[in-house]
């Protein structure tokens, strides 16, 4: 093996993990996560966290590890991973990054503003700001602060518009003199080797449909009950994922468990295709294009040949 460290990316429910996996026990590696959701304890079902007997003796690094109640940035993910690397090269094995998270990806990668952090109180009050029909008046704030990043920004997307003022408010400075001076900062290049899955999207539709039932046989909702019980107001950042607020409905007998599924699957793939097209604007380095027949096997001797 070369210096490269294989990075596994693709949209959710394309098989990473288990391949990841595989290729780990060809290579003597580790797996380290590269996933929003599944660093986070407590919802390892709903997150499709791979259980003890699924990892098969690979060592996993950042899945499951941070509590429930404490958000992320990407700028911090990105220093998660680059300590797993170090600490994985020491021991003399492979890291082995996996994921589907393009924006982790993306700061791993190409690095993200310094001072990249989610202040809970800033991002609190930008969010009440917006939700009480602010929207227009945030909108002028940033047309003040960043005419040129503001052009990038449309007032309906509340996520964006509200990152944007808060990366000032954390910086005191505008988002394109951040992304400017963190594209001219040197960085240390982990040599990642970016293998993306490529999946035809009707084949992928059905593995999300397949995964989202697993998921609710291994006990998705009872995990949604517990949850509940715990933190009744059901409040965290990490509880945004996919299913859990769509489980309460169900658990709240406002929509019936077909539809609950229905809903799922919608959600979910209406995310796949988002990673899908994030990943298109990503420099990769090989692409391996699956189908229903192909074998890890086959698609880790593919990956191998490209890596050495």
């Known amino acids: 093996m070369t210096e490269l460290i294989p990075t596994i990316l693709a949209p959710t429910a394309s098989g990473k993990t288990d391949l990841a996996i595989y290729l780990a026990k060809k290579i003597d590696g580790e797996v380290i996560g590269l996933d929003s959701r599944q660093i986070y304890d407590q919802i390892p079902i709903g997150t499709a966290q791979p259980t003890i007997r699924e990892m ?40 082995i990054v996996c994921g589907g998270a393009g924006l982790y990806y993306r700061a791993l990668n190409r690095g993200i503003f310094e001072q990249s952090k989610s202040e809970l109180d800033i991002r609190k009050n930008l969010e009440d700001m917006y939700d009480n029909g602010n929207a227009q008046k945030m909108m002028d704030s940033l047309k003040k602060i960043d005419p040129k990043y503001s052009k990038h920004v449309h007032i309906n997307n509340r996520k964006r518009l509200i990152r944007a003022l808060e990366i000032y408010e954390i910086t005191g400075k505008a988002p394109s003199e951040n992304f400017n001076n963190q594209k001219n900062k040197p960085r240390h290049n982990l040599n990642l080797f970016s293998i993306y899955l490529n999946w035809d999207r009707s084949i992928l539709k059905e593995r999300i449909s397949k995964r989202t039932s697993n998921l609710i046989k291994k006990g998705w909702i009872d995990e949604v009950k517990t949850l509940i019980e715990k933190y009744p107001d059901f409040d965290f950042h990490s ?23 229905l809903e ?16 298109r604007k990503e420099k990769i380095d090989f692409i391996v294009d699956m189908n229903s027949d192909t074998t890890f096997r086959h698609t880790t001797k593919k990956i191998l040949s490209a890596i050495v």
């Open 56 to 95: 098969d003796g690979v060592v996993h690094h950042l899945i499951g590890e941070k509590p429930i109640d404490e958000p992320i940035s990407a700028g911090q993910y990105a220093k998660l991973v680059r300590s797993c690397v170090k600490s994985i090269k020491f021991r003399e094995k492979i890291p």
């Open 239 to 261: 509880l945004d994922s996919i299913g859990y607020r769509q489980i309460v409905l169900y658990l709240d007998n406002r929509i019936s468990l077909e539809n609950l599924e």
């Open 264 to 279: 799922i699957n919608t959600k979910t793939y209406q995310y796949a295709v988002k990673q899908i097209k994030w990943f």
